[in-house]
């Protein structure tokens, strides 16, 4: 087993650094995939075309947080075995987790390819016919590949339990490339709108997934194995998914509680939802820095939780909340000031671009907020206490959604609602977090035992 990756000694701060740095540009990767899909549609197509992918970003978020629970989850338990120094169960975790994400992919396809319109019509209840039609295409395309976010979810996070944190900027760089001159091909060149985006999408997952499983192969051969050795381990799946349900639905309650606020979104119309759709991709990208700290969180601390060391845990803890909070700050700085250009670069105009601008703004003054949250929670998710890890999102985004529905409906509040509330759920969620973290209740859930 390859110890280089070990993050059980030297110092911990550095290592979660050096580990996230990768991470970060894999996720500016990400959000560049994301917005190639809204640039291209809104410039070269039209702005109802960017409300529709924009109303399916909400739901195809919900899909890939169910895939990167269910494979966070398990990642959280090979890299506890992996602290451990446990090379079979390493191997019988990894192949469990890879036949749960076949499983769960071929569920979640059904789902989105037959529940579509359901789904955006009645759920996320967007009135206009021209935004649903393009919507529910768009959706029934994108989960035909749900089977390749599964086994590509699972794959990146059996590399960061191991401590490869380049493996998943490699497959994301791939991904990212390919969705770019595939949706300018489809777009520009044969005029496919929104199903040209969407054929570009899965088209780009199906290659990241071969490229994802052909480096993994080579590179560790504990994970060399076929589609033959991929099984159930009765032991090993209960163990999965005791981390991986919470965190399944930790993420399926942020996803569906973006789900649900695309519905207030909705309420107002195409305007909004054109300017929503900008908002947020500018919000992913301030939360770059906090998301990549806290995934090299979690696995830091499933690695020395596994392996008895809870205290440098809690010193790196101090570190990584300073620069979480120091790196979110300057990006927000940053999409601040060129918030305008941002939005014409969508091709907004008029009252969707003024409220795109305001919403960006908004959002900038209050990123502190979740930089503080985000590692915090993540430390209790690796340590093994991912339930209170759930209850902190349910809470959070219980009570955003509340606050944003009772200044829409009962007090007339108006459109800037969908944003003013968003930093009522976070400082609640940053209380419940840091109150759990400070009890020490989270050193005493560890799942595996160091193997001398």
């Not at 399926?252 to 119309?269: E, Y």
């Not at 909070?325 to 250009?341: E, G």
Request: net charge positive; aromatic share 10%; glycine share 10%.
């Amino acid at each position: 087993m390859n110890r280089k990756l070990d993050m059980t000694t030297g110092t911990g701060w550095k290592k979660v650094i050096i580990f996230a740095i990768p991470l970060m540009i894999g996720n500016i990767l990400q959000q560049l995939y994301n917005t190639v899909d809204g640039i291209v549609v809104g410039r070269f197509v039209s702005e109802t075309a960017l409300a529709a992918v924009g109303n399916c970003g909400t739901l195809t978020f919900l899909f890939v947080g169910i895939a990167s629970g269910l494979s966070n989850g398990c990642g959280i338990v090979v890299s506890q075995f992996f602290g451990a120094g446990d090379r079979g169960d390493i191997r019988k975790a990894a192949s469990t987790s890879f036949a749960l994400a076949l499983s769960g992919g071929v569920i979640m396809m059904a789902i989105g390819t037959l529940g579509a319109r359901a789904l955006l019509g009645g759920l996320m209840n967007i009135r206009e016919k021209d935004i649903l039609d393009a919507a529910v295409l768009y959706i029934r395309i994108y989960s035909l590949g749900l089977v390749f976010q599964f086994i590509y979810n699972v794959t990146a996070a059996m590399m960061r339990a191991v401590g490869d944190s380049r493996a998943s900027l490699y497959f994301l760089a791939v991904s990212t490339m390919t969705n770019l001159v595939l949706d300018l091909l489809f777009v520009l060149r044969f005029g496919l709108g929104v199903m040209g985006v969407a054929v570009a999408t899965v088209a780009a997952q199906f290659i990241s997934v071969i490229f994802s499983l052909t480096y993994m192969r080579r590179k560790y051969d504990i994970f060399a194995f076929g589609p033959s050795d991929i099984r159930f381990d009765p032991e090993k799946s209960r163990m999965c998914l005791k981390m991986g349900i919470p965190t399944i639905l930790q993420s399926s309650v942020i996803g569906l509680g973006g789900v649900l606020m695309q519905r207030i979104v909705n309420h107002f119309g195409r305007t909004l939802m054109a300017a929503f759709t900008v908002g947020n991709r500018m919000e992913n990208y301030i939360f770059i820095p906090i998301q990549g700290l806290a995934v090299g969180m979690s696995t830091f601390t499933g690695q020395n939780v596994g392996a008895g060391k809870p205290e440098r845990v809690k010193e790196c803890w101090k570190r990584i909340e300073l620069s979480s909070f120091i790196l979110s700050s300057v990006i927000a700085l940053i999409v601040y000031v060129f918030s305008s250009r941002i939005a014409t670069l969508f091709g907004l105009s008029g009252e969707s671009f003024d409220l795109a601008v305001r919403m960006i703004h908004f959002l900038c003054m209050f990123c502190f907020l979740f930089a503080l949250y985000l590692p915090t929670v993540n430390v209790l998710s690796g340590s093994g206490d991912a339930y209170f890890a759930m209850l902190c999102s349910f809470s959070t985004l219980s009570i955003r959604i509340i606050a944003a529905a009772i200044m829409v409906y009962l007090l007339g509040v108006g459109q800037h609602a969908v944003w003013t509330s968003v930093p009522i759920g976070w400082i609640v969620c940053l209380s419940l977090a840091v109150g759990r973290y400070m009890s020490g209740k989270w050193q005493e859930k560890a799942l595996v035992g160091r193997k001398n």
